[in-house]
């Protein structure tokens, strides 16, 4: 459910601590610090509000704040004693499906990590596939304390941000959001490519991918919504796979068995979780090009 | 061990026997008729010889001519009961190395179709890559007799064509031999991408790949040698996969991780064995085409 | 002045007549008979019940309704003496601003059409370049006598079409324009071109070409209007040049002089005045493409 | 006529100097000077030798040297008063045709340049367009004494290499030549685009065009020999013109009137006139590219 920035400025402070205290995980003082400097003209404001509320913290609160955060696919997030939130997080980002080696690789890393900086990992899992995810967590593990520790803040308002706008619709919302997107141009026929199926997969290995999102594109050759978009595009590699073969014989073209282009896979990586990925596929029979667009 | 056609013309008819007594298989008097029509200007008129020879004997000999070719996967071919030309042609095509299941879909192909036709099925099996090896089994099941013995014949003349080829030296070889090349050109700097890995796969499913070629482009940005050549390329579905994100980075550029574009796969299908298969690659680190060249 | 159809609707016929009676040339009848058919709901609506009127109206009116129309560059037109529009459309379309031989062009075919058909050339001369209306009506001057009857009165109702949208803004406007657009992308940067200075010249030949727009690509790439929009695109060849070299100097790249780019024309011809021609450019300092894209 | 350099390692020395005293102008001590140093292995060797003896000659006669070559576009030039090779170079760069302000420009260059360094303007100017060569003369014009000492010898090195590959046929042969190629292909049907007219213009400006070259593509899609090659390309500003409207059409495609792409301008410029400039078009009726390939 979400509130308007409206109303948010116009309720009691219980019911704005009732409404945003877990934007925080296990911290509802920072909702109310930043409640009393309302109204708040944006989204931004009041994240801004929120943001400053922990910068002017004692370190023991600020320390608390990290050491609130369950970590990543342990223990207690699969004994669901973790908040909501970070339970719908963690399982969108597949954690809560891993192997038993992948779990023992996981309690490893986090078990190191604790040890040397004496907080629990905390990451952004919604702006990451699970191999950026590894990737990052064991390129932390490198760093010295202080960079770690500033890192680890960066990640619990970068949480927070997602959270709040989930939470607050009105002006100036927070910038969490990026989008993959395409475009099918048929130059035989000087015109969009109508009717190609898509297929959005990531791409872990030659031997994993994981279905992300099918669409067929419409009379401009586009699909109708972003193949990801509301949220942010996880790091990761990606493979768009155009059934281009299909659409050049529903044109009426004479192709060959196999046809010289069947399924065209355009791969590319995702390292701008908030960026556009305008990824479009410009085709014959005989070639095709692609570039990031906009 | 090649003979040249200018030896060849002046050997005695047993010696001519010898030598190309295996073409056809089985059926040394197809070499004994072409001998008699000696001097041959030019490989293919050895060839047509041989064809003519063929085309004017009675139709028992015709026949016996196709009865003789073993079958596909068959018992004899397991057992090493067949030609030696044979024994290898089938084996590069890795008919030496199927499943139990695969073994079973055979044979109850080749008893539907020597039950029908009265002859074993006969494929030049350099020109199939495994999946349209059994997609044209099954459509030829489908054929009328008429139409079937003709196709059958033309494939005997397919496989004596490239056993000929590969006996003889001399003007006028037959055209049995197709190619994969490929090109890449590096378009931020203008000039030919040198020192890419490449990798050439036969794909035939999303999760099965064949490995057939590797090599790393020149100063001219090619490859020294095609990535095949000097065969017929089998009809099937290939991947080039360029290893472009490498050669940016060691050009200097500065790329994200993961990097918009690192190993770019180009897939085609082959469909004419003996074509040129020219498939370059024009890069930047944010787009890139390819096309069918020459 | 634009009025909405709402208030035509609930006008008076005899303001009715006074808005609309131009629309056809010299044949207010037109209006008065598809004001009776009031209220229409669209533009549309209201331009079919025009369209039904002539089709309704006897022989000699509708012969003279062709009759009433003014020759193409010809004497009447360079008098003045013919109706406000037509002057304006010639005169945007350059007629008024002809050579000696080219008046004398026109006076010579305008001669041959009228003694040959009875009636004078009549054409949308918003839809065509200078090339492609001397192109036509030769080609016209060729056609028999009902073929080009129908003709000139399908080009009455274009002209009255245009006429139309422009004094009557309501729902369900007639589909009276294309648009000349354009999408800048350097994929060095892997990003929209910004800055691109972009002229857009009509191609009469090597030697002749009119300026009809210049722009500046803005953050996205692109131009903040088309470079021809809310008219139609006059049927001719254009040229689109960018200074690209320019582009690339500014991002800081070392181009030779002369640079292998500096600035690249992109020659296209337009046949359907109400298309939309997107003629991107994705380019580099070594290499650039284009499409007609959407 | 050219000798071979084996005939030039036994001739006699006189003969050498009679052969080879041109290569620099006015300068047959040059030739004598290398000839003492025979047999040279290459004719890179025996270049060596000939710029050796000018680097290790006393001061007065390198600048003799300087001086015994003829201004450009002077009056001893079009009296003929200058050696032969200097009026063919002159004549080949359009030299001898200048208008009487353009005589009167370079007039006025030679006297000032002459005034300043005390010997005259000295260029290859079969390396320069008309427009680089003016350019070249202003910058130089703003040099310092020492470096436009060097850079005038540089170019005289560089005229000398070019008469010297064309005395002198052998191994190691100097690199003075450049060359402009191209390749168009036809993505609609997969293949080269065979009978494809193209023009090759020196781009001056909008209103001055040059013809260079012109040609029709082979069954490869190339030509059958470089638009440029066996000499120098100028530097300069090109226009390759393709005639792909025709080919569609010929290809059976029903284009519209004009069609989206008819005669196809591709503009690049040359900055390194010993280069390789491939410059392909790829296209269709609605798409083209170009890249700098090799």
């Given at each position: 459910?979400?509130?308007?920035?409206?109303?948010?400025?116009?309720?009691?402070?219980?019911?704005?601590?009732?409404?945003l205290?877990?934007v925080f995980?296990?911290a509802?003082w920072v909702a109310d610090a930043a409640a009393?400097g309302?109204?708040h003209?944006?989204?931004?404001a009041l994240f801004a509000g929120m943001r400053a509320a922990v910068e002017?913290?004692?370190?023991?609160?600020?320390?608390?704040?990290?050491?609130?955060?369950?970590?990543?696919?342990?223990?207690?997030?699969?004994?669901?004693?973790?908040?909501?939130?970070?339970?719908?997080?963690?399982?969108?980002?597949?954690?809560?499906?891993?192997?038993?080696?992948?779990?023992?690789?996981?309690?490893?890393?986090?078990?190191?990590?604790?040890?040397?900086?004496?907080?629990?990992?905390?990451?952004?899992?919604?702006?990451?596939?699970?191999?950026?995810?590894?990737?990052?967590?064991?390129?932390?593990?490198?760093?010295?304390?202080?960079?770690?520790?500033?890192?680890?803040?960066?990640?619990?308002f970068?949480?927070a941000a997602?959270r709040l706008?989930?939470?607050?619709?009105?002006?100036?919302?927070?910038?969490?959001?990026?989008?993959?997107?395409?475009?099918?141009?048929?130059?035989?026929?000087?015109?969009?490519?109508?009717?190609?199926?898509?297929?959005?997969?990531?791409?872990?290995?030659?031997?994993?991918?994981?279905?992300?999102?099918?669409?067929?594109?419409?009379?401009?050759?586009?699909?109708?919504?972003?193949?990801?978009?509301?949220?942010?595009?996880?790091?990761?590699?990606?493979?768009?796979?155009?059934?281009?073969?299909?659409?050049?014989?529903?044109?009426?073209?004479?192709?060959?068995?196999?046809?010289?282009?069947?399924?065209?896979?355009?791969?590319?990586?995702?390292?701008?979780?908030?960026?556009?990925?305008?990824?479009?596929?410009?085709?014959?029979?005989?070639?095709?090009?692609?570039?990031?667009?906009?």
């Open positions: 459910m979400t509130l308007s920035l409206d109303a948010l400025n116009e309720a009691s402070l219980s019911d704005v601590v009732a409404a205290g877990a995980e296990h509802p009393k309302r109204p003209a944006t989204v931004q002017a913290a004692p370190e023991p609160s600020r320390l608390a704040l990290l050491a609130g955060h369950p970590e990543l696919a342990g223990r207690p997030a699969r004994a669901g004693a973790i908040a909501a939130e970070s339970i719908a997080e963690q399982a969108a980002a597949g954690l809560d499906r891993l192997s038993q080696p992948e779990y023992a690789r996981f309690e490893a890393l986090n078990a190191s990590y604790r040890e040397k900086f004496g907080f629990p990992f905390i990451l952004c899992v919604k702006r990451h596939g699970r191999a950026s995810l590894l990737r990052t967590f064991e390129a932390r593990l490198a760093n010295d304390a202080a960079t770690e520790r500033a890192t680890a803040e960066a990640e619990v970068r949480i997602i706008n989930a939470l607050v619709r009105g002006e100036g919302a927070l910038r969490t959001t990026g989008r993959i997107s395409t475009h099918v141009l048929d130059t035989v026929q000087g015109r969009p490519a109508c009717g190609v199926a898509i297929d959005l997969v990531e791409w872990v290995s030659a031997t994993e991918t994981v279905l992300v999102a099918q669409a067929v594109t419409n009379a401009d050759g586009r699909t109708d919504a972003p193949l990801i978009g509301g949220r942010p595009v996880p790091i990761a590699t990606y493979e768009l796979r155009f059934h281009i073969g299909d659409h050049f014989r529903q044109a009426g073209l004479d192709l060959a068995e196999p046809p010289f282009l069947d399924v065209v896979p355009l791969r590319f990586g995702v390292a701008d979780p908030e960026g556009h990925y305008h990824v479009p596929l410009v085709a014959t029979p005989w070639s095709y090009q692609t570039y990031r667009g906009s």
